[in-house]
């Protein structure tokens, strides 16, 4: 996968990324990172490229020229024209999911802006997407998109020696990651938990998704709505929720939906497939219990409004 870094600063970014997990990984080649200095296509014999903002205000703007000029001379290299993700506090809070998604692509442009930012009609020219690393303002583009790369460039293939570390780590299946224990086996009083020490894979791994249940529940309880959680999880979250029991929400609304089939002799059989069918897609993650929750929902209301149309 190969990263390109339009910004102002091209020392800063090589010097940050240039260490550690992906350091190496461009090392061996498994992932490029290529800084573009926007200045090299300033027009200026200074070498500028900002200017006062029209209409008056604070600071300076940089100009479209040296931006544009500086992608377009990327894609006639490269000979395509990659997404290009500008760096702003405007844009979607970056998260694990479009992480995901960006890693599939070849190639990625990250702009980077300074001062109060960069001339409206570069963004319109070239900006595919605007991504935020919170609600709060830097200085520039570069840390943000050092963040991203790091993040993103962990599940491209090769680049960790594991690639089950990228799958287990905090915020898979939306999930907070469980509690790292090494060696000594007792600190200070503190000893690493029985089950670690048992060599009993499946109880490890079953203490490990009871954990970053609990620890979700503890620090993010927002994830829990799309957590990807089986029939059982589900059960064990519902009880340490105090009473907030999403089965019985869950079965409250197959039951709605039993009720809007109007079919009181094949009630039972309904109910009961509905189940099984929920059941099988917990168990293979393939959505969530609101999604689930969602469908019967629409098709209870699909149903009844069929019956009104017919009925006038």
């Known amino acids: 996968m190969r990263f390109h870094i339009l910004t102002l600063f091209p020392d800063m970014v090589m010097g940050g990324l240039g260490t550690s997990i992906t350091g190496r990984a461009m090392d061996k080649g498994t992932i490029s990172v290529e800084a573009i200095d926007i200045r090299d296509y300033s027009k200026d014999k200074h070498r500028h490229v900002d200017d006062t903002p029209y209409g008056g205000g604070a600071g300076m703007v940089m100009q479209p020229g040296p ?6 001379d990327l894609c006639a290299k490269l000979g395509k024209r990659p997404r290009v993700l500008y760096m702003t506090p405007q844009g979607r809070v970056f998260d694990q ?14 702009l ?11 963004l319109e020219l070239i900006a595919t997407d605007h991504l935020s690393v919170g609600d709060y303002v830097l200085t520039g583009g570069e840390l943000p998109a050092m963040v991203m790369i790091d993040c993103i460039s962990r599940l491209v293939p090769g680049v960790l020696g594991c690639q089950a570390s990228a799958e287990e ?17 007792v600190y200070q009083g503190l000893s690493v938990p029985e089950v670690l020490l048992t060599g009993h894979h499946k109880n490890i791994e079953a203490w490990r998704r009871e954990q970053s249940i609990r620890r979700t529940l503890e620090r993010r309880p927002d994830l829990l709505k799309d957590a990807k959680l089986t029939i059982k999880e589900q059960k064990l979250l519902d009880s340490l929720r105090d009473g907030e029991e999403g089965l019985k929400e869950l079965e ?12 009181p002799e094949a009630a039972g059989r309904t109910k009961r497939r509905a ?18 929750k969602g469908f019967y929902r629409v098709c209870a209301l699909r149903i009844k ?8």
């Open 67 to 72: 931006v544009c000029d500086a992608y377009e």
């Open 97 to 110: 999911s479009i992480a995901e998604e960006l890693a599939k692509e070849e190639d990625l442009v990250f």
């Open 112 to 122: 980077c802006g300074h001062y109060e930012g960069i001339d409206e009609r570069a």
């Open 169 to 185: 780590e905090s915020f898979h299946d939306n999930l907070l990651e469980y509690p790292q224990y090494t060696r000594p086996e």
């Open 252 to 263: 409250s609304v197959i039951d709605r939906y039993v009720e809007a089939v109007d079919r």
């Open 275 to 292: 189940m099984a069918l929920t059941k099988k897609l917990l168990a293979a993650k393939e959505c969530t219990l609101e999604d689930i």
């Open 305 to 312: 409004m069929l019956r009104d149309r017919k009925m006038h």
